[in-house]
């Protein structure tokens, strides 16, 4: 099943051509990179994707249903969470978690607190305001509200930037783990290279607005001739 | 999925319920705000209570009932749209717009759940300064009479047209915009009549506060304490008026999201 389908996007900022007839989809446990360098388009395609964007053109269908005619439906099904993105700081970890658990309609949202807290080890934070935590430890927090929902298509903007190797480790564990246990489809942005080898089985390169080059890591090296995605990036980035 | 998830009106319930417990859980992490609730309504009540006093002494024909039922009334106007436009402002600062716009929340659910907390917060301050009113200058806010409740009724509503005006503001035009929030209310205050009657202001002024559906409460409530009836024709007019604002500000907001939907701008208050 096609869990995300986006159609020929473009945006256009002025004279600018931020994103360019971007088409592509994301399937049922399947878990998606876009990869670019810093002004690619990686983050404006995704705000499409999630709706706080207007496509000019284009069309982004989730679970088979156009987004801009079944929002509601579809952003039940969908979460979020970004580096740049935060939450209430003067909020405790689990009215935070209490207030989303409403906001995406949970049946049980007080029994779904207390699992995605077990879930995310978060047990001894939950009474801690978000702003006294530390960079891992909000993002765990984040984490929390995105998988409140068991979302079928969770999307990740550089979702390890900001955090030390092992806590980066630790969170990419996390998420594997979800997305194998229950089959959860994912499309991630980030410029950490292994973690996109490691967590992607199939990536595309965004350049001036363009997905240029698609493929899994190793069929990527492949067809650029070099041995690591980071080395794919560096050609894809400088021309 | 299903089983996780409500869907229909119940679900709607749900995601309005989350913006009002937002607030609350705010509110209650912040004491300056729970301060800020009581203290600036009463430090008015305060310096006009003992204005009106002084003016008494002075033999200047002035009833104190006036001035206080006018600052009191003006504050249901005054706290009605701050508390909606700075329960959006709160997620704003926090960086916590976006989370709540790519969730299934929509845009007139967000907003009642913003109008519904405002209702609690107001009739705190108005509680409040009641009390005080009674306690220090003998003034009962229902010697206003039955026009009371309508008077308020129609003052919360242009509050939060106004509120609703200003986070439309915010969303249109950026951050730098939020200055909008802390005036909006003071640019309508001269055509509100609130303190004077309306056959003071100046002819074009006069024709610009009939369009201004607190200045019929205001005309109305001196009309009550000087030993008049309630001019329910008048409270129609406000009423009248009050649609006519909430639907502007509505239709001014919805545009204002469509617009920075489609300039990218939403996505600028996750930075």
Redo the contacts between chains.
């Keep these: 099943m096609t869990v995300l389908e986006a159609v020929s996007l473009t945006k256009r900022f002025g004279p600018v051509t931020a994103v360019d007839g971007v088409s592509f989809s994301v399937g049922e446990g399947e878990i998606v990179g876009l990869l670019g360098p810093n002004g690619a388009g990686k983050t404006t395609t995704l705000h499409m994707v999630l709706g706080l964007t207007t496509p000019d053109t284009g069309t982004v269908r989730m679970f088979g249903r156009d987004l801009a005619k079944h929002r509601t439906w579809a952003l039940s099904r969908v979460n979020f969470a970004a580096s740049y993105v935060s939450l209430p700081w003067v909020l405790r970890v689990d009215e935070i978690l209490d207030v989303f658990a409403h906001m995406y309609g949970l049946r049980h949202p007080h029994r779904r607190v207390v699992e995605v807290t077990e879930m995310l080890e978060l047990g001894e934070l939950r009474d801690q305001r978000y702003g006294q935590l530390s960079s891992g430890q909000q993002t765990r927090v984040q984490l929390a509200k995105a998988l409140l929902n068991e979302p079928g298509l969770l999307v990740l903007d550089e979702p390890t930037a900001n955090l030390d190797p092992d806590v980066g480790d630790r969170i990419r564990e996390l998420l594997l783990r979800e997305a194998h246990r229950t089959g959860r489809a994912m499309l991630i942005t980030s410029h950490n290279m292994p973690e996109v080898e490691r967590m992607c089985s199939r990536i595309h390169f965004v350049s001036g607005g363009q997905i240029v080059a698609t493929g899994s890591a190793v069929e990527l090296a492949g067809a650029y001739g070099v041995d690591d995605l980071e080395a794919v990036f560096l050609r894809v980035a400088r021309g | 999925?299903s089983?996780?998830?409500?869907?229909g009106p119940?679900?709607?319930r749900?995601?309005i319920?989350?913006?009002i417990?937002?607030d609350f859980?705010?509110l209650r992490?912040?004491p300056p705000r729970m301060v800020d609730m009581a203290f600036w309504p009463t430090a008015e009540l305060v310096l006009w209570g003992l204005v009106s006093l002084y003016l008494q002494q002075n033999k200047v024909h002035i009833a104190v009932a006036m001035l206080l039922g006018a600052v009191l009334l003006w504050q249901v106007l005054h706290r009605a749209q701050g508390e909606v436009t700075f329960g959006f402002l709160?997620?704003v600062w926090?960086?916590?717009l976006?989370?709540?716009?790519?969730?299934?929340?929509?845009t007139l659910e967000y907003i009642a759940g913003l109008l519904l907390a405002s209702v609690v917060k107001v009739a705190v301050t108005i509680g409040v300064m009641s009390v005080l009113a009674f306690t220090f200058y003998g003034f009962g806010l229902l010697t206003i009479g039955p026009g009371l409740l309508p008077f308020m009724a129609v003052l919360m509503v242009m509050g939060w047209a106004l509120g609703v005006v200003a986070i439309a503001c915010v969303i249109r035009f950026g951050q730098s915009a939020q200055v909008i929030a802390f005036i909006l209310v003071f640019v309508f205050q001269p055509f509100a009549a609130v303190f004077y009657p309306l056959s003071v202001l100046p002819g074009p002024a006069r024709a610009i506060a009939a369009l201004v559906p607190a200045s019929h409460v205001f005309e109305g409530m001196r009309s009550v304490l000087a030993g008049g009836g309630v001019s329910w024709s008048g409270l129609a007019v406000a009423a009248l008026l009050d649609l006519v604002y909430v639907a502007g500000a509505l239709a001014f907001l919805l545009y204002s999201l469509?617009y920075a939907?489609?300039?990218?701008k939403?996505?600028r208050f996750?930075?």
């Design positions: 999925m089983a996780l998830l409500l869907d119940a679900a709607r749900r995601r319920a989350s913006v417990r937002r859980f705010a992490r912040d709160f997620d926090s960086r916590n976006l989370n709540v716009f790519v969730s299934p929340l929509s469509r939907r489609l300039k990218g939403l996505s996750g930075s």
